[in-house]
């Protein structure tokens, strides 16, 4: 009975570890007991300055924005994908009352500039997307930066595509204010209330 016992518990253990390298017991489960990154960038630091490649191909300067206005600067994933669909959405939506606080609002991702500009087409975003295809932007932050890979695209007409992604890089989002100084640094875990949860934030800031 006990070597009976043994071989059904051993089977047990066996199958459970086939499961996860199989992929049947979600991410999410495999993922728990992970530390949360820390960003190189902490709250009350003075950000660094930055340039980086606009959804028009321009030269974006942080030093045009900081010390005028706060400055949101949300890394996200990939275009065209559910969660960040979801966030820029969202931020979409809160634009107008963000702008009336003085904020402005800049998505990161590591599509190229012809992503973005479908992207930004498509869901009719009205504030700059950076593409940061080698991760640099990310990195200066501390955010972390994963492999490259394939973005879903939507053209204006609706024809559906892929298109290469330099790098893939973690959510994060960092509020700057207007002094300069980092007043916010955070993963975000909900794509979707990330924009609420900034506009919330901000009230609090001195918008002067």
Same mark, same amino acid.
């Given at each position: 009975m006990r070597l009976l016992a043994k071989c059904v518990i051993g089977c047990f253990v066996l199958g459970a570890l086939g499961l996860v390298i199989g992929g049947a017991i979600p991410a999410a489960a495999q993922e728990k007991g992970k530390k949360k990154v820390e960003l190189k960038v902490k709250?009350?630091?003075? $950000?660094?300055? =930055?340039?980086?490649?606009?959804?028009?191909?321009?030269?974006?300067?942080?030093?045009?924005?900081? %010390?005028?206005?706060? !400055?949101? !600067?949300? =890394?996200?994933? $990939?275009?065209?994908?559910g969660g960040c669909t979801a966030q820029a959405c969202g931020f979409?939506?809160?634009?107008?009352? !963000?702008?009336?606080?003085?904020?402005?609002?800049?998505?990161?991702s590591g599509d190229s500039v012809a992503t973005h500009m479908l992207f930004k087409g498509y869901h009719k975003l009205s504030f700059p997307l950076l593409a940061d295809e080698k991760g640099d932007l990310a990195k200066l932050f501390?955010?972390?930066? %994963?492999?490259?890979?394939?973005?879903?695209?939507? $053209? $204006?007409?609706?024809?559906?595509?892929k298109a290469p992604r330099g790098v893939t890089i973690q959510r994060y989002t960092v509020v700057i204010d207007k002094a300069g100084k980092v007043a916010a640094a955070d993963q975000v875990t909900k794509a979707g209330d990330d924009a609420k949860r900034i506009a919330e934030m901000v009230k609090k800031l001195d918008t002067k």
């Open positions: 709250v009350g630091d003075t $950000a660094p300055s =930055f340039e980086s490649v606009d959804d028009s191909g321009k030269t974006f300067k942080s030093s045009d924005v900081v %010390g005028k206005k706060i !400055l949101v !600067l949300y =890394f996200y994933p $990939a275009d065209f994908t979409r939506d809160e634009i107008e009352k !963000l702008k009336s606080a003085g904020v402005m609002v800049v998505g990161v501390g955010v972390p930066v %994963g492999k490259g890979g394939e973005s879903p695209t939507i $053209a $204006a007409n609706g024809d559906k595509g």
